[in-house]
Structures are given as C-alpha cells and as structure tokens.
C-alpha cells in the first residue's frame, strides 16, 4: 500500500492490487475504503468534525464479562471499530458490522446493564456446575450398549 496523503489526522493509502484507496486513524485502524481520494479526504474531514468520543462497552456470555469501547463508527457500511481487553480478545481491536436489525451483541456500560451482566455470567457459571455433575453421574450408568455387547449376543444376529 502506498501512502497517499494525510488529512485531518488522518492518512489516506492507496493498494494498487484491488485499486482501492484506504482511510486510516491515527491508531492504524481502517476506517473505510473508497474508490477515489476525494471521497476519503471528505470522510476524513467529516469524521474529524465530529470528533467521536469513545463509547465504553461490554460483550457478555455464559462465563465472560468482557469490557472494551467503540473507537470509531462508518456511517457508509454500518461498522465500527471496537477495542476489548483481555487475552479472549487477541490483540483486542476489531471491526464489527451492525447486523441487519442494527444490533450489534455489545452493550453500554452503565451500572444497571453491569449488574444484569455480572448475574448473567453467575447463572453461567451455575449452568456449568450442573453440566459437570450431570457429566459425572453419567460416568456412573453401568451396561452400555456397544457394539461388541450386541456383538456377543446370539452371535450378533
């Protein structure tokens, strides 16, 4: 990719394999692509007028609670770029579409929608212990029916 140009605090490249330009921020994260320069450096423009704040947000599932923020959203494709910590995320920052309903599976942090998360991830937690023990008491059951059982009766007819 070949640096093109930088525009409010944000730098335009050009990869001549797909003949597409590229808009990055500063943190090198893509913003969005483009088939001319122009339209990049009006984004950029646009994008640095609005001076997007950081959204903080939470992914939560059956054991996880993870916490991150919105870095950056594209109005044009409906995506933005989120940065989540913690090793499950790898390096952390990733692009994530809206889906077609506009949800996204990631929530505010605010303190009520923590606290539903926290007992989200205990009933999770909950769930697994009884998975194990059901696990457990399976170990238990005597006379399987295999192969070789059916097999050794009358000769396997």
Do not use: C
């Amino acid at each position: 990719m070949l640096k093109i140009t930088e525009v409010a605090g944000y730098t335009i490249f050009y990869d001549p394999q797909i003949k597409r330009f590229h808009l990055e921020d500063a943190e090198g994260n893509v913003i969005d692509s483009a088939e001319t320069q122009e339209e990049l450096e009006k984004e950029a423009k646009a994008l640095s007028r609005h001076d997007f704040k950081r959204i903080p947000i939470f992914a939560v599932g059956e054991q996880t609670l993870s916490k991150g923020e919105i870095t950056s959203f594209n109005q044009h494709d409906r995506s933005m770029w989120i940065n989540m910590e913690g090793e499950r995320w790898g390096s952390g920052r990733s692009k994530v579409n809206l889906y077609s309903d506009g949800t996204s599976g990631y929530y505010l942090q605010t303190k009520a929608n923590l606290k539903i998360a926290e007992q989200v991830v205990a009933k999770g937690a909950s769930i697994q212990t009884i998975r194990d023990e059901i696990e457990e008491l399976e170990k238990t059951l005597k006379d399987p029916i295999t192969r070789e059982y059916m097999e050794s009766r009358e000769g396997g007819k």
